[in-house]
């Protein structure tokens, strides 16, 4: 069956930086569309970044555009995200996910059929 775990999170001051990491197993993405959603407590989740298959093309939500960085190892089937400058507005559980449909890249959730179980990001004033 496969799985994404997510790692990376934290506390951390306004300002610093993380490394969010996201481990496939049990099949592999490399084919495929990957991304990363956010939800803040109280709110739906949110689009932050996607990166197709050969890591040629990504896309970001304007709120993190300039500050966040998705990559992807396709040989260690993992895909990253690099978050520089952060707020506390960008705290929140982040959401590694995997598309298999074929054709797809973009931000549209529903697309997105397999999805990690979260990790806490917490950016403190």
């Known amino acids: 069956q496969a799985q994404l775990v997510e790692s990376g999170g934290g506390l951390v001051q306004a300002g610093g930086s993380l490394r969010l990491s996201c481990a496939a197993s049990?099949?592999?993405?490399?084919?495929?569309?990957m991304g990363w959603f956010r939800q803040a407590p109280g709110k739906e989740r949110e689009f932050v970044a996607a990166?197709?298959?050969?890591?040629?093309?990504?896309v970001y939500a304007e709120s993190v555009k300039g500050r966040f960085t998705i990559s992807r190892d396709n040989a260690k089937n993992t895909q990253y995200l690099q978050m520089n400058s952060l707020k506390p507005e960008d705290t929140a559980v982040y959401y590694c996910?995997?598309?298999?449909?074929?054709?797809?890249?973009?931000?549209?959730?529903?697309?997105?059929?397999?999805w990690g179980q979260g990790t806490q990001v917490t950016v403190s004033s």
């Open positions: 996910a995997a598309s298999t449909e074929y054709g797809f890249f973009g931000t549209r959730a529903t697309a997105y059929d397999y």
């Open positions: 049990g099949r592999t993405f490399s084919s495929h569309t």
């Open positions: 990166i197709n298959w050969s890591g040629g093309y990504t």
